[in-house]
């Protein structure tokens, strides 16, 4: 059985904001129908990397590529024509000091069509 190439693929993503280094050369890939997780501590640089795929922040340096094709979003709308989405879960009152944030891409061809 072959693995499918990724349809998603992080590739040398550097965030730097004055003072810090956010993120530091990133790089994996996320083939279709697979879930992965982004776990850490605080700082650890989770959110800004889905804040990057998602055009909320302009990575510094490094790209994404959905489907093959090399995309760095300058906004959210972008991002969104390209088929990713993001959001993030913000801890209750009440409820443990955890932090979820959730991001997809997928492709806006059909199903039968994306496949082949």
Known sequence: MTTPAPYLQFEDVTKMYPGVTALKGVSFGVCPGSIHALMGENGAGKSTLLKALSGAHAPTSGQFRIGGAAHVFNSTADAMTAGVTSSVATPTAGRTST??????????RPLAEASG
Do not use: L
């Open 99 to 108: 932090r979820s944030s959730t991001a997809s891409a997928h492709s806006r």
